[in-house]
């Protein structure tokens, strides 16, 4: 079979974000509510003697020569199923990096994507699964690329339907922000997992939902970079936004919006009073 020419690998929101429980390894346990956005990376594989990566776009200069999450996913695969050839990989890097957005798990997932096709692989998923997890917590999530509901640390997925035809803008204040350093900062009690999720979500009462919900990293964020309390105090002053929340460990925010007239309006307000931080629109992706 033929990889694809484009794969895309778009920024997740975690809409909700509680954490519930740490391992002994230290890692979290979370349940979140993801969806994806239109704000996107593009990843373009071509088959080569060598694994090799060229990066081009507006956020080129911030993704490491070397280790980074697209040599990762294609060293791993490359060695778990013993493949002689390589890939040479082309990334449009288009998705704050260290930003909360998941661009570097997504890019890993669009490569993992297509370099099984590429490379004629016959995988079984929970052969990919064990790669996949190596790569990051968000990698298994950004495989699916539909709305989901993330428990475990990243592993436990289970697809979310419904979700209403939301628009958002992303505003990140331009501070690249360490998630381990984010977790590390956490105090107190852990939470509860997230409120039962409805079978069938009106906009209102997805939004109820959402605001008894929370992202527990973004009082640590705020303390490690404070400049996210300053743009979550622009987003829910901004004209018809219904809820403005940090995504993942930050340092992005998102405001949600009715419709795509009113994010934009606000967005354009946002851009004039902030220059300097980057902000998009997009639609919540079902
Ligand atoms: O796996 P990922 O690269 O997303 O995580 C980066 C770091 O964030 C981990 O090394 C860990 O310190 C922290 N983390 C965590 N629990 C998670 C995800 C990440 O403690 N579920």
């Known amino acids: 079979m033929r990889a694809p020419d484009v794969l895309p690998a778009?920024?997740?929101?975690?809409?909700?974000?509680?954490?519930?429980?740490?391992?002994?390894?230290?890692?979290?346990?979370?349940?979140?509510?993801?969806?994806?956005?239109?704000?996107?990376?593009?990843?373009?594989?071509?088959?080569?003697?060598d694994i090799s990566l060229e990066v081009s776009g507006p956020r080129a200069d911030e993704v490491p020569a070397e280790d980074n999450s697209?040599?990762?996913?294609?060293?791993?695969?490359?060695?778990?199923?013993?493949?002689?050839?390589?890939?040479?990989?082309?990334?449009?890097?288009?998705?704050?990096?260290?930003?909360?957005l998941g661009g570097g798990s997504a890019d890993a997932a669009a490569v993992l994507r297509g370099l099984v096709p590429l490379w004629s692989l016959s995988v079984l998923p929970d052969q990919l699964a064990e790669v996949v997890l190596a790569l990051g917590a968000d990698?298994?999530?950004?495989?699916?690329?539909?709305?989901a509901r993330m428990r475990g640390i990243g592993e436990d997925i289970t697809a979310v339907s419904g979700v209403p035809s939301l628009w958002a803008i992303l505003v990140n204040p331009g501070v690249p922000v360490s998630t381990p350093a984010v977790f590390r900062r956490r105090r107190g009690a852990f939470s509860e997992g997230l409120p039962s999720l409805p079978h069938h979500w009106e906009e209102e009462t997805f939004l109820a939902w959402l605001?008894?919900?929370?992202?527990?990293l973004e009082v640590p964020a705020v303390e490690e970079a404070p400049v996210i309390g300053k743009v979550l105090?622009?987003?829910?002053?901004?004209?018809?936004?219904?809820l403005a929340r940090m995504s993942g460990s930050g340092a992005t925010c998102f405001g949600l919006f009715d419709?795509?007239?009113?994010?934009g309006a606000a967005a354009e307000v946002l851009r004039r009073g902030h220059s300097d931080w980057w902000c998009a629109v997009t639609p919540l992706l079902s």
Do not use: M, W
């Open 211 to 216: 605001k008894a919900a929370r992202n527990d």
């Open 70 to 100: 697209l040599l990762r996913a294609a060293r791993l695969l490359s060695e778990k199923f013993q493949v002689s050839g390589g890939v040479h990989i082309h990334l449009e890097k288009n998705i704050p990096v260290a930003a909360g």
């Open 233 to 242: 105090q622009a987003l829910q002053g901004s004209a018809g936004c219904r």
């Open 10 to 49: 778009p920024a997740k929101i975690n809409l909700a974000l509680h954490v519930t429980g740490r391992r002994p390894d230290g890692y979290h346990l979370l349940d979140s509510l993801v969806v994806f956005t239109e704000v996107a990376d593009r990843v373009f594989l071509s088959p080569a003697e």
């Open 259 to 263: 419709s795509k007239p009113g994010a």
């Open 139 to 147: 990698v298994p999530v950004c495989l699916r690329l539909k709305p």
